[in-house]
């Protein structure tokens, strides 16, 4: 009797081993997940909300047959950054009007759109952006950690970072010159909560008269992009408007698009045209790789790296 219970249990532990290492292959042979995604480089008109809502609502429509999965707009793209408009004419986020207009075009659409907004909330307003799902939710709003000394005075303090998990991948959100935070810190920390895309409303702007040929656009957002890139192993786009500033501190200074996109290991795989005119639509294959590490595990990756 003892020796049929033993051989019964070998069996068995044959049999679990079995299924575990089949288990692993499958998981090993499972397709990554894939899909395209819409770099909406777009004009912005300072302080003309309904203007820039109809062309956001018709990029999304252009965007969205041509089969992108997710559709990213540009930082601020009601009002225009640091445009004083913001104090009067900015609305809640998710009742407002604004954030509604966006959300009713992402249902309409069934695509996913992320877009800076204005948001009020009481007397505070806050340079804001959102993940809007294909069903018209709000899945995901972060508020500017990092914005620059001169728009202080108009938006508030942003004090959280996040990620949301989604059908097409777990998506990391932030706005512009978070991404320039000391260390790539603000970066690096969507890194550590399990991003594969970060996604990054921007409003990239230039003095009149600023020479691409001589001194071309962008190294700074290069610089960071790759890197975490590289070191988290994940996809980061940023998407920066076109257009005049009109008001405020960068009075007259041009938005310029030149929007970038980095795929893992630190490749730059996308970038749009640059000039105040640039607007345009740029579509990029995304290819999700499994997550290498979590945790302390970062450690081990990075150390093989180093080796390799």
């Not at 309409?108 to 009481?122: D, L, S, T």
């Amino acid at each position: 009797m003892r020796w049929n219970l033993i051989q019964a249990s070998s069996r068995l532990i044959c049999v679990l081993l079995l299924l575990s290492c089949n288990h692993q292959e499958t998981q090993n042979l499972m397709p990554k997940k894939s899909f395209s995604l819409a770099m909406v480089q777009m004009e912005v008109e300072a302080g003309n909300p309904d203007n820039n809502l109809q062309r956001a609502e018709k990029r999304i429509e252009q965007a969205a047959p041509k089969g992108a999965k997710i559709a990213l707009l540009p930082e601020l793209i009601d009002l225009g950054w640091t445009d004083p408009s913001a104090r009067t004419m900015a609305y809640e986020i998710p009742n407002g009007k604004t954030c509604k207009r966006l959300q009713k075009a992402a249902a309409k659409n069934k695509i996913f759109v992320c877009a800076g907004i204005v948001e009020k909330e009481y007397d505070r307003t806050f340079n804001s952006a959102v993940i809007i799902n294909p069903k018209g939710e709000v899945i995901l709003k972060h508020r500017k950690l990092n914005e620059l000394d001169i728009a202080h005075d108009l938006y508030d303090q942003g004090d959280r970072l996040g990620v949301v998990s989604t059908p097409v991948g777990t998506l990391g959100l932030f706005i512009c010159a978070d991404a320039t935070a000391r260390a790539n810190s603000l970066a690096h920390a969507l890194g550590y909560m399990g991003a594969d895309v970060i996604l990054s409303p921007c409003a990239w702007a230039v003095q009149p008269g600023y020479n691409n040929q001589l001194t071309p656009y962008g190294d700074t957002w290069r610089k960071t992009y790759a890197d975490v890139s590289s070191q988290f192993d994940l996809w980061v786009f940023g998407v920066s408007n076109v257009g005049k500033i009109k008001k405020g501190p960068w009075k007259d200074w041009d938005c310029i698009g030149n929007s970038l996109a980095f795929a893992p290991g630190g490749k730059e795989v996308a970038q749009a045209p640059f000039g105040v005119n640039a607007d345009t639509i740029i579509y990029v294959d995304v290819k999700i790789n499994e997550r290498p590490a979590r945790g302390t595990t970062w450690y081990n990756f990075w150390s093989d790296k180093t080796s390799e």
